[in-house]
């Protein structure tokens, strides 16, 4: 793998200040059941086989890989902050899955070098959800993330990979955002970029909510994302090897991703 990626935006975000951000991974924890029961639909029409090796890239908490083990699968999920590892092994074992699910410290860049300590075999399907690609900014780093991707992944494999549509945020969405998340915290949204740059530059600050309803600041980010519509990803997947298959607007229902739909799930195989 060769995909080169340096300290940045998203390691101010998701590992110096993992504490705070991880009460929005914890906000998705009540969805995680359902979701994954999709992902499950998915893999059995894809061919992906029972108790087949999965990996999560960028897992977060383990919100997937976790249920994912319970449903029998083989898990590998990998993600660059401690923190969030420490609670996903956390949720492993509450969920009695730990002898299904393994968690491993590792970024985009180093990313060979983690997978080659497993030695289980290739993959049948991999997870790249919340929006984790774009985190550089950069269509080549994205490209060599999808090539490096494929070649751990076995013949035939399904990629499932999660954007926010960037041709529905132009039609939806102002200069500012607000957003709300358990343990009272805040995060607001500042766009720098222009509407519908294909490069997203933005302010996230994150305050937490105080009894009079005042906000406390905790720490701000400076934001720049590559930021992709369905088609762009399509052609961008199809560059490293990846063969589209369809696209949904929900995990839980699998409907058929429309023009009213912010979240896409884009269906790949290898």
């Not at 060979?112 to 049948?124: H, I």
Request: charged share 30%; hydrophobic share 40%.
């Amino acid at each position: 793998m060769t995909q080169r990626t340096r300290k940045d935006w998203a390691s101010r975000v998701y590992e110096e200040n993992a504490g705070i951000h991880q009460s929005i991974l914890e906000a998705g924890l009540k969805a995680a059941p359902a979701e994954v029961a999709g992902i499950v639909k998915l893999f059995k029409s894809h061919g992906v086989p029972n108790g087949g090796n999965i990996l999560d890239v960028a897992c977060g908490i383990g919100r997937h890989s976790v249920y994912l083990g319970k449903a029998g699968y083989r898990v590998t999920g990998v993600d660059p902050s401690s923190t969030f590892l420490s609670r996903a092994r956390e949720l492993a074992k509450e969920e009695g899955v730990s002898q299904n699910v393994r968690f491993m410290r590792g970024r985009f860049s180093t990313l060979s070098e983690v997978l080659a300590k497993r030695r289980q075999g290739k993959f049948d399907a991999i997870l790249l959800m919340d929006y984790s690609i774009g985190v550089t900014g950069r269509d080549e780093d994205n490209l060599l993330l999808l090539k490096d991707l494929s070649d751990v992944a076995a013949k035939d494999a399904l990629l499932i990979v999660e954007i926010f549509d960037r041709e529905y945020s132009v039609k939806n969405y102002g200069p500012t955002l607000t957003e709300e998340f358990p343990d009272n915290l805040v995060r607001i949204w500042k766009r720098i970029s222009r509407p519908g740059s294909r490069v997203l530059e933005a302010n996230w600050g994150f305050y937490r909510k105080q009894a009079n309803q005042s906000l406390e600041h905790l720490f701000s980010a400076s934001v720049r994302t590559r930021h992709y519509s369905v088609t762009e990803l399509r052609f961008l997947a199809k560059k490293a090897g990846w063969k589209y298959v369809t696209c949904y607007g929900s995990l839980e229902d699998l409907h058929r991703f429309t023009r009213k739909d912010f979240r896409a799930f884009l269906s790949l195989k290898r």
